[in-house]
Nanobody
């Protein structure tokens, strides 16, 4: 069974920083693309940042130059460093991974972690 375990959320003042982590645990053979999403109640889930296995990254425009996605392939972990946080970054953040398991690929999701930025 594959699980994504997120950590690092919390409450921070505007202008502050947080780093989210997401570790993939369980039985699998490889991980392809890893992604961070966020969702505000009542809104659609928004893609924040993506990183391929080779390290190519993409970001939504609102977080460019403030957030950095990275991964440790040996530890099967993806990170999201968030700087210059704004109140509008407040959301539940989810990680997702394209996981290779038993010869097939599937998308797996974390449980979500709250990030609150106070003004």
């Amino acid at each position: 069974q594959v699980q994504l375990v997120e950590s690092g959320g919390g409450l921070v003042q505007a202008g502050g920083s947080l780093t989210l982590s997401c570790a993939v645990v369980g039985g699998f053979s490889d991980i392809n693309t890893m992604t961070w999403y966020r969702q505000v109640p009542g809104n659609q889930r928004e893609l924040v940042a993506t990183i391929t296995r080779g390290g190519t990254t993409t970001y939504t425009d609102s977080v460019k130059d403030r957030f950095t996605i990275s991964r440790d392939n040996a530890e099967y972990t993806v990170y999201l460093q968030m700087h210059s946080l704004k109140p509008e970054d407040t959301a539940v953040y989810y990680c997702a991974a394209d996981v290779v398991r038993a010869g097939t690929r599937g998308d797996y999701w974390g449980q979500g972690i709250q990030v609150t930025v106070s003004s």
